[in-house]
Every structure is written in structure tokens, then in C-alpha cells.
């Protein structure tokens, strides 16, 4: 079969598909004919009703009405990542589209990158660093002295597959570890990982020395951590978020790591991102901030882009869709 006789996909990547992988794009053609949204754009009234599938990589694009009315034969919209909070499930619902995502693929690099934030907090490893390259001995000794994570107590905020997988790499760690979630998980499941369900999220912000949020961003977690709740925390706390930035109240954790409240902050997830320079959260030094890089590994981004494939195909060919998001 030609490239051209592929069902065609519509590429929303930074860049289009130059923006997409070279390794990825041998993927993805094997089995589609990529189409960009410049050559979209240019070729309308051919490519409109050639276009089967989209596949977001990389990147948060608005999927608005305009566009979904201009393709006729769209039957899903293949998300690389696992969050899918850009998109407007319920406008998408009404055209009869699919959404589809990539939770296996993206687990166990989120996870990581939650571990790799909380041990660099906790054993300020930016300052660290900082100091290294510029010594500064007059502020190496007391000033400079971390916590230690091994037998901490660790309250994992969202328990689905990137949580869970937290929980695991933290038992290495001898860490007691709590979690909140609004479905309690089974028996065996918290025994493997020695995890404590805690229903109130009040008693778990109250005992951990770390809080992680892995939580989806929906209208119910809208600005989960707030005053409230950071005044809850023991202010020896610290706080990582690698869910998304409108989790917490930015405006409220400024203040609470001015304040002291808590000790201190890690974050993969602002909002805006990137912040602008000017923000109050940059001008902190018991804070460290990454820009989203979550997923940001070569397996991670591979395995997403071979995941929203056989997403893809499925959809198109009537099959079970492995990894299909709830649009209701
Ligand atoms: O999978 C996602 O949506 C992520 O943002 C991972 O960091």
C-alpha cells in the first residue's frame, strides 16, 4: 500500500513532524500518512477528509470546534502522555471522536522524576551544585544541611499507576508511605508496596514529611493545595508536585515557603509554563523547579509514540482500544 492510501494523521507537534522524532516518524509512518497542519492548512479541501486520526506529541495544542468540523472522518485523537486536560473532552464527545492516551508508557519515568525531585530537594542538590561551581565557604557548613528521605514518611496524593510506582521506589527507601485517593486500593496491592490508605487527605498532609501530588488536574483537584492545606503540613515538610501546576495554588505556596511554612517546594509543573522571569516562585531559594520533563526520556517518548499507534490503529480498525480516556 502507498503512503497516500495510509489513513491519514494529523501531526500537532512543536514544529509539525520536524518537531516529532526522527526514529518516531519511521513509526508512525510505517502505518499512516503524516500529514502536517501547514500542509493542512494549504490543502484543505483534499486532506480534510483524509485525515482519520490525531496524534498530539510534545505538545498542549486547542483542539477547537473550527477544526474538528473540518474534518469529517476523525474518529480519535491519539495523546502522547497521559494528561489530558487541554483537550475539551466534552466538545470532543459530541463529534462521536475518541480520546486515547499513554499511561504505560510514561509511568515509570514520572515516577522517577518525582524520586529525583524529592532526593534533590531533600539533599539540596541545586544549591549544592551552585556552591561547587562558585565556591562560597563562608555558607558550606550548617547552612547548607539537607534531610534525609530514608525512613521519612512519604503521603502520595493520587494513587493510579504513577503513584503506585512511586510507592514502590520509595519502599526502597524504608519510607513509611501514606496515600490519599478517591478509590481506595486492594488489600494485596497496599500490603506489596506497605502503603496506608488515608481517607481524609487532612491527616495525611498532617504526618508526611513529604508531600507528592499525582493527581490528574480536573475541576475536583483544581487547586487541591491551597493555604489551607499547606498550613496543614509540618513546616519540616516539603512539597513535589509532578501532576500539573494548577494543582496547587501558586499564589498561596509563594507565601508559604516565604512564610516558612514548609520547608520547601519541588516542582515539574507551574502554571504558566515556563513561568515568566519575573515570577515570585524563581525569586526563592527553597524551591526547585524543572520544566515538565516528567516523560522527558528517549524510552519514555518512544514508548508513548508506539503506544498512541497501536491506540490509533485500534480505534481505526474496531479493535479494543487499550488505553481509551473516559470523555464523560
Ligand atoms: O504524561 C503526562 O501527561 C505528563 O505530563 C508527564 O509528566
New binding site residues.
Partial sequence: MGDQELPGVLILGVGGVEGVLENHVGLLKKNFHLITMKEFLENKKELSEKIKSIFIFECRPTIDRGLLESLPNLKVIA?S????DHLDLKLISTFGVKVT??PQA?SD??AD?GMALMLASARRLVEGCQIAVAPDTEHFAVDWLGVEVTGATLGIIGMGSIGYKVAKRAKAFDMKILYHNRNRRKEEEEQAVGAIYCKKMEDLLQQSDFVMLVVNLTPQTHKLIGKRELELMKPTATLIN?S?GAVVDQDALVEALQNKVIRAAAL??TYPEPLPRNHSLLKLKNIIITP????ATVQATYMMTEEAITNMLAVLNGLPIPSEVCLK
Fill in positions: 495523546n502522555g497521559v494528561g489530558v492516551n499513554t510514561v519515568s514520572t522524576t509532578i500539573r515539574d509543573v515538565h520533563i516528567g516523560t
